[in-house]
């Protein structure tokens, strides 16, 4: 059965005990679930900063304004941080099952088929040169959200793309294709191709129904790195 679309809950003494939960969950999968361990690192390090907020407002007979307004500032902060690390880590990861986000209380697909609708929205794309000619690639949904992120109504990014001396005119020029039902993902170049650019574009893949997909994106480019 799915679960309200909104699994963040609202009362402090439950938002804690669900945070507190799901850390616990995630703290020994986060290699098991191919999770980057720096996207984990955020939350726990924001972690450090709720907790001891959350235990000096907690009594209402032995807590000041000043204590409640810092608490509630920083529950709007650690909430998004949780909410944008579900989205893109949990949420559509193949290798977390719903039994685990059942266990971790977050949404769960329906198994029900429903029918999806068109996607007319592009991701924002950030490419980044590694070392190792390793391009990683992180997609949003939103402008303003600073985190990894699917469409809600996709299976992933599909990303189509070339290594070429000049940038290719539209998608259909592009000649290598990669699809990722994650929103952070790596792309391995040749090393002998350091020096050269990569050019391409990412759109939301409907996998069941390729006339639902999205519209490609701007064109991004990144220099490979030896």
Not at 46 to 53: D, S
Not at 74 to 101: C, H, M, P, W
Not at 173 to 201: N, Q, V
């Amino acid at each position: 059965m799915a679960k309200t679309p909104d699994y963040i809950p609202a009362s402090d003494k439950d938002f804690f005990d669900w945070q507190d939960n799901l850390v616990t969950i995630v703290t020994p999968k986060v290699v098991a679930w191919n999770i980057d361990p720096p996207d984990f690192t955020v939350v726990t390090a924001e972690q450090l900063i709720y907790v001891p907020l959350y235990n000096k407002i907690k009594n209402k007979n032995n807590r000041t304004g000043t204590d409640v307004n810092k608490h509630r500032d920083e529950r709007v902060i650690y909430e998004k941080i949780l909410r944008d690390f579900t989205q893109a880590n949990l949420a559509n990861n193949k290798k977390v099952s719903n039994g685990d986000r059942t266990l971790m209380n977050i949404t769960v697909k329906d198994t029900t088929q429903t029918s999806r609708p068109k996607i007319t929205v592009t991701p924002i794309v950030k490419p980044t040169s590694k070392a190792g000619a390793i391009i990683e690639i992180v997609t949003r949904v939103d402008n303003d959200s600073t985190r990894p992120s699917i469409h809600v109504d996709s299976d992933g990014v599909e990303v189509v793309y070339i290594v070429a001396t000049s940038a290719p005119v539209d998608p259909d020029a592009c000649t290598k294709t990669f699809f990722s039902s994650k929103a952070k993902f790596r792309l391995a170049m040749k090393i002998a191709d350091a020096g050269k650019k990569i050019y391409g574009f990412c759109r939301w893949k409907n996998s069941s129904d390729e006339s639902k997909s999205g519209p490609w994106s701007l064109m991004f480019s990144a220099t490979i790195t030896e």
